[in-house]
């Protein structure tokens, strides 16, 4: 088994290389500590998830594990290899080494992404309201509309009371359909924070005309206000009409512009896929429905909003590429230039 000590794998972090730094304990471990940017590969599941987390098999990987007693970075060692991964390494001392010499460790999930919403918070100021503010304006029959920047599934189990379902991404490309009149006030809401924020600040990046803010703490600070959550909720945003598209294509191609969005050739897309060391990820950012209706060959789904806010949990390669794909132009640009932002190429 080979090694790696704590301090050069700092060194690793910190430097331009490709690198896939995967933890192999369970999700629940994980999420009490971890490195700050390991991606969560249960040893478990790992033949499920390897191949799309890590496509490249000469590409550098770090395994960590709870501690040097701990015999499962060894397995997991082993079991790459088996898969025919021929760079790996495991963190000598596991997660209780890199400790050990003072270097931080991290809880929760996805929190490379959600310290990037806090980040987009504070230097952009995005406005935010009271779920207080919200249900008043609701009870009064104002001119407001609420969308839910989560997945159907999420949005499916609990969310705002006469709010839409507009993942993410979809919300420069549907919103235009859903509040015309520049008079309405659009809420958007998500769990929590992360997602609200970004999707929020989205909107005032694409220029819409309507006033926008997030609603703070999301469906959780919705339910401890004491207001009631809807369930069973079916209601989703349409895709545009012509109207509608014309605008969001407009918006899209000022936010590519202002963040720097390169457009790319499917043959050049080709050459960097045979790029020896260099991995190139081919990420489809619509709707599961829409892709499973029909993709681009070698594409995999991966929802803009989803991977913004959890990019670990569809790129595990550190420096590497990535190549965004639509139907329409929109979604793509607004994805990539929010990971852009993150650093990504």
């Not at 191949?51 to 709870?66: F, I, K, M, Q, S």
């Not at 924070?193 to 005309?209: D, H, K, M, P, V």
Request: charge should be negative.
């Amino acid at each position: 088994m080979h090694e790696i000590a704590p301090a050069a794998l700092k060194r690793m972090l910190l430097g331009e290389s490709e690198l896939a730094l995967i933890d192999v304990r369970e999700q629940g471990a994980f999420a009490e500590a971890h490195l700050l940017f390991a991606v969560c590969v249960p040893l478990s599941s790992m033949e499920l998830v390897i191949g799309d987390l890590v496509p490249r098999n000469d590409t550098p990987v770090v395994v960590v594990a709870e501690s040097a007693d701990d015999d499962l970075g060894r397995r997991a060692w082993e079991r790459l290899g088996v898969l025919g991964y021929t760079d790996v390494r495991v963190l000598a001392g596991g997660l209780a080494g890199w400790r050990a010499r003072g270097l931080e460790v991290f809880s929760g999930v996805n929190v490379p992404s959600k310290a990037f919403g806090e980040f987009v918070e504070e230097t952009y100021g995005t406005p935010r309201v009271t779920a207080g503010q919200v249900k008043s304006m609701l009870d009064e029959g104002r001119d407001v509309v609420v969308v839910d920047s989560r997945p159907y599934d999420e949005y499916h189990r609990m969310n705002i009371p006469s709010s839409t379902d507009m993942p993410g991404a979809e919300l420069a490309l549907r919103i235009h359909d859903v509040a015309p009149d520049p008079g309405t006030f659009v809420v958007v809401n998500c769990a929590g924070r992360t997602r609200s924020i970004i999707g929020t600040q989205s909107l005032i990046n694409a220029g819409i005309e309507n006033r926008v803010a997030a609603l703070k703490d999301g469906t959780m600070g919705w339910h401890l206000a004491g207001f009631e959550l809807e369930h069973a909720a079916t209601r989703v945003a349409p895709l545009p009409g012509d109207v509608g598209i014309a605008k969001a294509l407009a918006a899209a191609e000022r936010v590519a512009e202002r963040f720097g969005v390169p457009n790319v050739e499917r043959a050049t897309v080709d050459e960097w896929r045979q790029e020896p060391g260099r991995t190139t990820y081919l990420l489809d950012v619509r709707s599961p429905d829409e892709y499973a209706e029909g993709h681009l060959p070698g594409f995999r789904n991966s929802p803009g909003g989803q991977l913004v806010q959890a990019t670990d949990e569809y790129v595990a390669v550190r420096n590497a590429r990535l190549v965004l794909a639509d139907s329409e132009g929109v979604r793509a640009k607004m994805t990539a230039s929010w990971l852009i932002q993150m650093g990504w190429e």
